[in-house]
DNA sequence: GATGAATGAGTGTTCATTCAT
DNA sequence: CATGAATGAACACTCATTCAT
C-alpha cells in the first residue's frame, strides 16, 4: 500500500568507507550500500532485500560474501572503530609532545572523520548495540583505547598546568561529544567547511579545557 | 527460542514519564513499558508482542489504547518534546533577565531533563525518525523552537558584548550536545549526582561562550 | 515445473490419531493433517506450507498452537509412543500370569497398534531422530519401558521352561520388528484382516520361542 | 551459525560400499559421504552444501559427477538393491536343492547384507521412496525377484511338506524383516558378531517356517 | 575437474494488525 | 477491555543448481 519512502535519519549522500582495506568488487560494493541503509535507516529497518535491491543482486547472492546480516554490521562497526583509532593515533604522532597541541590534533582529527564520513559514525554509535557481544567485543575495545588517548592528554596537560578543569572525566565526554553528534546537523557549505569546523571544535574544546585561545572573530 | 537476552543499548533502569498529564491506567502502562523497549532496542527491534509480553497482556490488547505502533511511539515523541520545551520555558521564565543567568537555566534544565529521563531523552531523538512526516511534525515545531530559545539567549549575550564566541551555530550545537549523549554514558552517582552534572555543563557552556567562571576546582 | 505430486512412502489413507486426548479443533487437525504429511513424505520433505495448504490455513496461523514445526512432530511421536505403551501395559494387565497368554496379549496389541495406525507408526520410528534431544526425550524413555515389558515377558517364560530360545535379546528384536515393517506393506483386507494378522504374528512369536503352537492350517 | 551437531539415526560408523564396481577417485568419494549423509540424516535432511562439505569440495564440484543430488540417491539404491541381489542369488548358487539349505543360505546373505551395509540398508529402504518413478523403477524390480527368491525356496518347501507355514505371506515378511530393522539396533561385537547374527536369524526363520531346529542353548 | 559468484524458488518463522466473541 | 484465532506481508536465510572462468 505504502508507496511513500520510508522515513530516514541522514541525509542520502554517497557513504564513503574511510579505508582502502577493502579491495574493490562485490563485498565492497555490499559495505557501502550497507553503510547507506543502516544509517539512514537502522539496522532493523533496512532489510536484507532493500540491501540486495540498492546492489540490483537477489538477497541469496549476499550469503556467498558475508555469514549473515549482522556480519555486515560488524564489519561496519569494525571498519569505523579501526578508521577512528587510527586516525586519532596518527594525528597523535604527528603533533609534537605540547598538550595543547596534542590536544588540538585530537579534536581535528575527530571531527573531521565524524564530518567527512557521517554514516558510519552514525552506524558506528547508534547500533553497534544489535550485536551480540562476540561481534561487538573487538569495536568495544578499540573504542576504550580511543578514549583513553584523549583522557591521557587532558590529565597530562592538567598535570602540567596548562589544563584547568573541573572535573576531567565529564570535560572528555563534552569534548568526545562534539564529534558524535555532527551528523545530525552538519552539512559541509562553503559557509562553513569540515576545516572551519575543526578550528571551531578545537578553539571550544580549549576554552573548555582553560585555555585562552585567540581573540574570537566575529561570527 | 532465543534464550540470550536481546542486545541493549541502555542500562534497563525503570522507565520514568516525566509528566503526570498521563492518567494512570493501561494506556500510561503501555506508555511506560514502550518508553522501555523503544530506548533499550530501538522502534524496530522491539515488537508488539515483547511489548505485550512486558506488560502481560495479549498483543490484541492494545489496540484498544492505541490505533498502531506507530502512534504508541508518537505520543512518546510528542511528551518527550513537550516536557523538554516545558522545561527550557520554565527556568527561562525564573532566570531573570542576564543572559549569563538566562544561559545557566537553559543548561541546567537541558541537563536535567536528560539525566533524569535517559530513556525518554533516546527514544525522542534516536527513533523520531522513523515516525511518518504528519506524526513527527508537532515535535519538529516544538524542537525548533527549544533551539531558538538557546540561540536568542546566546545572541542577547553577544550583542551585550557577555559571549564572545567564534560561532554562534556550531557554539549552541555543542551546548545542546553536551545533554544528548548523556544517557550513553552517564549514571548518577554520589560522586557525581545530576545536580553537580548540571552545574558542570553550566560551567562548561560558558566557558565556551567565553565567560570567565569561578576559578576551578581540582577535579 | 513440477506438476507430478511428490513422491509418498505410504498410501494416502486417512490418518487417524490414536487418542481421544486431544480435543477437537485447530490443533487436533494440525496434528491429523501433520501426521499424514509426515507419514507420506517425510518430516522434511513436508514443509510448513504444505501442511497450511492441506488445512486451507495461511502457514502463520499455525504458530498460535505450536511453537513450532519440530514441536508438533515431537507432539506426534509424543502420543504414538504413549498409545503405544499404554496399549501394551493394558493388554498386560488382563492377560493372567501365563507367559504364553502375556505374550499372546503384547504380540496381539503391539501388531493391532501398528496395524491400525500405520502412519503413527511410520512418524515414530523414522522421524524421531529428527528431534533434538530435549524433545525426543519422553519418547525414548517410554520406548525403553515398552522393550522391557517384553523383555520381562521372554525372561519369566524362559525361567519357567516354557520357552526355549538360543539368544533372548535378538528374539525380542525379532518379535517387535514384525510390527514395525508392517506399514510398509500390510492393508487391511477381508482375505487378510487386522485379526488374522494379529493371530498370525502371535504364532510366529511363539514358535520363535520354541512353544509348539495348534497345527498350521493351510495358507 | 549452528554449533550443535544435526541429530543422526545412525551411529556415524564408516560408511562402506558394498561393491568394488565403483572405481577409486571422486566419484566413489562423493557416493561414500553422500550414503554415510543420507543415512544419518536422511536425504532431505542432509544437503548438497553438507555433503561438499564433508568432502572438502565446492558444492559445484559435484555436478561434474553427478547431474543431481537425486542422482547420487539412484546410484546408492540401485547399488544397495544389485548388491543385496547378487547376495541372494549367490548364496542360493551355492546351496543345493534342499529347500532347508536354500533358505539358511538366504537368511544368512540377508543378514549379513544388512550388518555389514547398515548405512546402505538404511537409505535404501527409507530414501527410496522420494526417488521419482523412473529412477525407482530398476530397483523395485530387482527387489521383487529378491522377494521373490525367498517366496520360491518357501513354497517349494511348503510342497516337499518340509515347512508347515500358517500364512506364507506373513511368514515370508517376517523373514525378510529380520534383516530391515538391524542397522537401527545392532552393533557387531565379540559377544554378537555377525556370523552368530546370521545363525541365530536362520534359526528363528526355520522355527517360524516349522522345522523343528537343534536343541536352543542357553542363551 | 574445480571454483566463485550468482540465481530463483522455497525454508521456517515473525511481523503488525483485525475481528468475532 | 481483553482474548484467541487468524491474516497477509515480510523477515533472514538455505536450497539445488548454473555458468563463466
Redesign the interface.
Known amino acids: 500500500m505504502s508507496v ?1 519512502p520510508p ?3 541522514l541525509r542520502s549522500l554517497k557513504a564513503v568507507l574511510p579505508s582502502s582495506a577493502v579491495p574493490d568488487g562485490t563485498r565492497r560494493r555490499i559495505l557501502e550500500a550497507a553503510l547507506q541503509l543502516f544509517a539512514s535507516r ?1 539496522f ?2 533496512a532489510s536484507i532485500r532493500d540491501l540486495a535491491t540498492a546492489l540490483e543482486l537477489r538477497p541469496s547472492a549476499l550469503y556467498a560474501h558475508f ?2 546480516k549482522e556480519h555486515v554490521l560488524a564489519e561496519l562497526v569494525r571498519m569505523g572503530h579501526e578508521a577512528h583509532h587510527e586516525g586519532l593515533r596518527t594525528a597523535l604522532l604527528g603533533a609534537g609532545s605540547e598538550p595543547i597541541e596534542q590536544l588540538r590534533a585530537l579534536v581535528r582529527a575527530h571531527t573531521l572523520l565524524h564530518a567527512n564520513h557521517p554514516q558510519l559514525a552514525v552506524v558506528v554509535n ?1 547500533e553497534i ?5 562476540e561481534l ?1 567485543a573487538p569495536s568495544l575495545a578499540l573504542r576504550e583505547q580511543s578514549a583513553a588517548l584523549l583522557h591521557a592528554v587532558i590529565e597530562r596537560g592538567r598535570a602540567q598546568g596548562v589544563f ?8 572528555a ?2 569534548i ?3 564529534g ?2 555532527l551528523p545530525y ?2 552539512e559541509p557549505s562553503a559557509a ?1 567547511d569540515v576545516d572551519m ?1 575543526a578550528d ?2 578545537v ?2 574544546s580549549l ?2 579545557l ?1 585555555v585562552q585561545g585567540p ?3 566575529v ?1
Open positions: 511513500t522515513p530516514s535519519r537502522g532493523h529497518g555469514p549473515s547508534e548495540h544489535v550485536l551480540p557481544p561487538a584547568s578543569v573541573p572535573h576531567a572525566g565529564v570535560t565526554a563534552a568526545s561529544t562534539l558524535l553528534r546537523w552538519y562553513l569546523l571551531l571544535h578553539e571550544l576554552r573548555m582553560g581573540p574570537a572573530p561570527s
